[in-house]
């Protein structure tokens, strides 16, 4: 046995802490969302899915399925189109209003013309049952490969003419220094490291005041409307931050241009 590395010493208390803030990146852990009616199926995409590593969440119908995407935000969805309340299609239109994530479609509809409309509907991948787990499977490992990062471990998130630095706790718009209390800045830094997702009001509570405070949406109006307000931010015109009513707040990402 070697002698003590400089690794060890840290408390196993810190370590969790550590790892419940980097919740999101890597295979394991991945949440991944099934929306599907059929009980049966959803069982058995639950423990494919387990056995590799992922975190696994449920909806039977579409809309239990739209509200799963804001509540949950999951790493991947994967979607059956003929569904009790309204066609899986409608997820696939309505989530990406808002949110970039893979969704996979998993649907008995076999014909061309299904597949094409799924996908020009901002579907990521196709798959028809009967299915095979081991293919499905490597299609969540192809998609989840390629998603879009959350920009969570960058030292600078940039967005537009904003600037945010988390090491030097300094905010730049459009170049000039923007002061920022410290429990504005946690707000800002929260929505920009998801920018162009929505965050829920119970995530922002949860992170940014803690346990037991997921519920004081009030708090966060007030720092939302003190943030925007130093950022120069029209709430009836955003810029920067858009309130998506009843859910949360998304951080809006700049145009490529
Ligand atoms: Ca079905």
Redesign the pocket.
């Known amino acids: 046995m070697s002698g003590p590395t400089a690794i060890s010493g840290r408390s196993p208390r810190t370590t969790a802490n550590v790892r419940r803030r980097r919740a999101l990146p890597s295979a394991l852990g991945t949440r991944v969302l099934v929306v599907?009616?059929?009980l049966p199926i959803r069982q058995l995409l639950r423990r494919g899915l387990e056995a590799h590593g992922h975190q696994v969440f449920e909806a039977a119908d579409t809309a239990g399925g739209i509200a799963q995407c804001a509540e949950c935000d999951p790493d991947l969805v994967i979607l059956?189109?003929?569904?009790p309340d309204r066609d899986g299609r409608e997820l696939i239109a309505e989530v990406r209003v808002w949110s970039r994530v893979p969704i996979l479609v998993l649907s008995?509809r076999a014909a061309a013309s299904e597949k094409v409309s799924a996908l020009d509907l901002g579907g990521s991948d196709y798959v028809v049952k009967p299915f095979h787990m081991q293919e499905l499977l490597a299609r969540v490992r192809a998609l989840l490969r390629d998603r879009p990062r959350p920009r969570e471990d960058a030292a600078v998130h940039r967005v537009g003419a904003l600037e945010l630095d988390v090491a030097r706790h300094r905010v730049r718009l459009a170049g000039s220094a923007v002061k920022l209390s410290r429990k504005e800045f946690e707000l800002l830094r929260v929505l920009m490291m998801h920018a162009g997702r929505v965050v829920t009001h119970k995530q922002l509570l949860g992170e940014i005041w803690g346990r037991g405070h997921e519920n004081d949406v009030q708090y966060l109006r007030v720092y939302v409307a003190q943030l925007r307000h130093k950022l120069g931010d029209d709430p009836d015109r955003p810029r920067f931050i858009a309130n998506e009513q009843g859910v949360g707040y998304r951080f809006i990402e700049a145009d490529a241009g």
């Open positions: 599907e009616d059929e059956d189109l003929g569904l008995g």
